[in-house]
């Protein structure tokens, strides 16, 4: 039996994306919630994400480098594709980075711009990833195995619509990791942050379902579903993901009121982010360059995978290892006086 | 003057990868330092060890985090503006970088966390695990960085199939023919870059009459570093040259501004021409010179550019200057080591301000070197991004102009004001130095000064 490498690199490469959602989400979103803030609570908040973020961005890096190594071609057309809202993410991802130190050294007028540059930089580092996501969704104009659209074939209705739903999501799970490491006034508040961002979100993912159905034929013939008709034989199987996100939003808007919880926030918010993420793959697979280059059409050579395969059977375990260990030496509540120097 | 794709793409990426070099280069070096400064406090249990790295893990912590944002830039260029290199060489450079970011990237950034914030929540023993780590992270990183950067440079192991690159043989492909010296050359500066910024940094102090017992450690274990590795860099660069002679002779002849072929001299002052296909020459040795530092043989007979068709030459001013500035600064290097070792050995150091001033004036002296050492062999392996593979001009984005002109403009922006603030808070840092009681992150002085700090945000 020969192994299927090109699939299962889009599986590992499919599995850092979703990391980095959910890790760098909750810190990107924790950013995004600063202007809600007072001054006091910004220290909290920094202090509750600064020990983690560094680690949760490098799965970005996997993902920008996987796709590289293991899609070269699929790297290759997508990355001129979305050109400005990826240069975009990088720079405001520079600022939000360099934030985390800087506004500990700057004075007054210093700290101020770095607090807001943190903010700010989450933000737009938030929706140009929303914007990436829904170019991507719409389709890649592909010409001779190379990107021949125009720079700003990203931009339209449906991709102002997932760059909101992804920043809202991502200032959920902001809001659900505070539920989980602040105490007193700034956790009441991060619950009343995620109850309301639980409702938008919610009406978020179901506006997004509906129109990824009509923004490509070929998602659609997927899931069986058009104005005119809907096939339950294609429905049925395909089901449990909206299923699960509804369940998920339901839950995390109970738990999030109940002043008991903790990491149960967070993780039904993780569940419907999973749900969203799976609808989306479904709908894509096993296009890497939608709607024109598969997978099996964009893959490295056999023995690059096969190398790069032996490195993440042995390393990612470790670091998934010593990542979760790093998260259990900062676990507990966050104080602003563990954070900077 | 007319900004294409191309021109711009090529701004772009000197622009970026010159602005992040400057941070890998000095926390390499300090990395290690730090995990040599925590052994030490660990095994002497002497205060001014702790010190020195409580002080200089704050600068780490500054430098890192743009270190690490400019390096994210780094791996989406190579799609964003250089797609058709990455489709032709994803296979073979691919894995290389995938292993950077599985073995150092990740040990990097998640043992950083317990580095800077777990002074007080983590035994030594794993604290200094952790600095062990990130530390050998950044060597790591170094390690498969420089590896794919060689293979650019001279590429073996290698096969083309359907218009692509593929490996043939890895242990060639990631042990190419230039990496094992110019990794030492790398790690090497990487080191001085550090060590004469810790020389620069207590020369600073001692000149403003702020010397303590750490300031004047720091610049001896500087002094001892520099003293040892300046000259030993002088060698492994000459090694890193022959190589480059032997399969990148282009780029040789253009650092050295060599256009006939012949027993050639070292021209250590002139101006290299491309128009006129000649140097004008103010300072040169005598024939056979050149010949003799480059193939070891004085009667050698080494080629001059015309030997080869314009098309396939380097642009020469840029390696031709790039490299004699290298040089200097490496031999200013050289001369501050082997002097402060000097007054060191006779007991004059702490009273010579004219070796402070030297210290401090030479401080920056490493990311010079650094940057013009890196200018010269990127631009002198021109007009190729893969030597004899792959012309740059063909490796180029199907991205429209304004695209391009506008992310370079925001770079610019973005870099212009990321680089002097973090520029403005290290320099605060090492005007104040390491005092004899350094605080301990996270401990209880600390709310009162985050508290006043949150004040000055609220207030004025």
Known sequence: MTLDLPLIWAGILATAVLLYVLLDGFDLGVGALFALATPEERDVMTASIAPVWDGNETWLVLGGGGLFAAFPLAYAVVMPAFYLPIMLMLGALIFRGVAFEFRAHGRRSGRRFWTFAFSAGSIVAAVSQGFVL???????????????????????????????????????????????????????????????????????????????????????????????HIDGSKLLPLSPAPVLGGLALAWLYLS???????????????????????????????????YQLTLWDC??????????????????????????????????????????? | MHLDPFIVSRIQFAFTVAFHIIFPAFTIGLGSYLAVLEGLWLVTRRAVFRNLYLFWVKVFALAFGMGVVSGVVMSYQ?????????VKTGSVLGPLLGYEVLTAFFLEASFLGIMLFGWKRVGPGLHYT????????????????????SWMQTPAGYALENGRYIAVDWLKVIFNPSFPSRFAHMVTAAYLTTGMTVLGASGLLALRGRATAESRTMQRMAIGLVAILAPLQLLIGHESGKVAHEYQPTKVAAMEGWWETGRQPTILIGWPDDRTETTRVLLQTPKGFGSWVVAGDAQAELKG??????????????????????????????????GGAALWATGRLDRSKLFQWAALLSGPSGFGAVICGWMATEVGRQPYVVFGLLRTADAVSPVAAGAVQASLAGFMGVYAIVFSAGVLYICRLLVVGPQPSETEPGDDAMPVRRMLASKLEQGA
């Open chain 2, 130 to 149: 952790a600095t062990c780590f990130v530390a050998g992270g950044t060597l790591f990183s170094a390690f498969w960085i420089l590896s794919a950067n």
């Open chain 2, 305 to 338: 550019l015309k030997a080869w068709p314009k098309a396939d030459r380097p642009p020469t001013l840029i390696p031709f200057w790039a490299f004699r500035f290298m040089v200097g600064l490496g031999l200013l290097m050289i001369g501050v080591g082997l």
């Open chain 1, 134 to 228: 829904g170019g991507f969704v719409q389709g890649i104009t592909v010409r001779n195995q190379a990107f021949a659209g125009g720079p700003l074939d990203w931009l339209t209705p449906f991709s102002c619509l997932t760059a909101l739903s992804l920043t809202l999501g991502y200032a959920l799970l902001g809001s659900c990791w505070l539920i989980a490491k602040a105490e007193g006034d700034l956790q009441l508040k991060a619950r009343r942050w995620a109850k309301r961002l639980t409702l938008a979100v919610a009406v978020c993912m179901a506006l997004v379902s509906i129109a990824t159905l009509s923004v490509n034929p070929a998602v659609t013939a997927r899931w069986g579903v058009s104005m005119h």
């Open chain 2, 78 to 86: 190579f799609g964003t503006n250089w797609s058709v290199f990455a």
């Open chain 1, 299 to 341: 893959a490295a050579k056999d023995n690059a995978l096969a190398l790069m395969l032996v490195g993440v059977v042995i390393m990612l375990p470790v670091i998934l290892g010593y990542t979760a260990f790093v998260y259990w030496i900062f676990r507990g509540k966050a104080k602003a006086e563990h954070g900077y120097h």
């Open chain 1, 256 to 290: 999030a009121g109940r002043e008991t919880t903790t990491y149960a926030p967070y993780a039904s918010a993780a569940a419907a982010f999973l749900a969203g993420y799976l609808g989306l793959a479904f709908s894509i697979a096993p296009y890497v360059a939608p």
